[in-house]
């Protein structure tokens, strides 16, 4: 297991809890540790489930409620990314009936929305980061069979991204972060990659 300090900016970790809630805008040091494993873990939460939605690249889960956002690539008839929409952002209302669910305009500017830049030169490739988490560059491409998908950096392992889970401190007014951790396959043995950030203590 590997330890590294990292500077948390004022609203890295906002995408994950929500709207409004993050840790305090100054800078502060976070500590990140590193493991792998052969299988994802299970549902941190009974009733939690991951999406199955057509082309999913990646999702995000809270401790809050089995609600979740999935991003999925969108893909025109001919199975290539659409250039002026490559990805969809959506609800998955678990805590009912697990219906779709469209992200609002406040939510995509603040917290769950992405900025994409086609890659010059290289068709059917975007550079990706959620607007709330700019440290995390993503790519999100066509693997090696054809399949959509968002590719990271895990402990300097390329990987490609499964899912983002936050756990929420809700005892006070407002929800503290405790911990994020972050899933990924790595792309050369197909281990399970796993990224656990929280704060450091003073």
């Not at 990706?128 to 988490?133: A, E, G, K, L, T």
């Not at 066509?142 to 005892?171: H, K, M, T, W």
Request: some cysteine; proline content about 9%.
């Amino acid at each position: 297991m590997f330890l590294r300090p990292k500077v948390l900016f004022p609203t890295v970790i906002m995408v994950l809890l929500g709207l409004g809630f993050s840790w305090p805008a100054y800078s502060r040091q976070l500590v990140m540790t590193f493991d792998q494993s052969d299988t994802l873990p299970p549902p941190p939460h009974p009733g939690y489930r991951a999406p199955t939605d057509p082309n999913t690249l990646f999702y995000i889960q809270r401790s809050t409620n089995a609600n979740i956002i999935v991003y999925a690539a969108n893909l025109t008839r001919q199975g290539q990314f659409d250039p002026r929409n490559p990805i969809d952002i959506f609800w998955r209302v678990f805590d009912e009936d697990g219906r779709r669910h469209g992200i609002n305009l406040i939510e995509q500017l603040l917290a769950y929305g992405l900025t994409i830049r086609p890659v010059k030169g290289v068709p059917n490739s975007f550079d990706v980061n959620v607007v709330s988490f700019p440290e995390m560059k993503c790519r999100v491409e066509f693997d090696e069979a054809g399949a959509p998908e968002c590719v990271v950096q895990i402990n300097g392992r390329c990987a490609r991204l499964v899912s983002a889970y936050v756990e929420l401190d809700q005892s006070g007014i407002i929800p503290r972060p405790l911990f994020l951790d972050i899933y990924g396959i790595d792309k050369s043995n197909g281990r399970v990659l796993h990224e656990h950030i929280e704060a450091a203590t003073s």
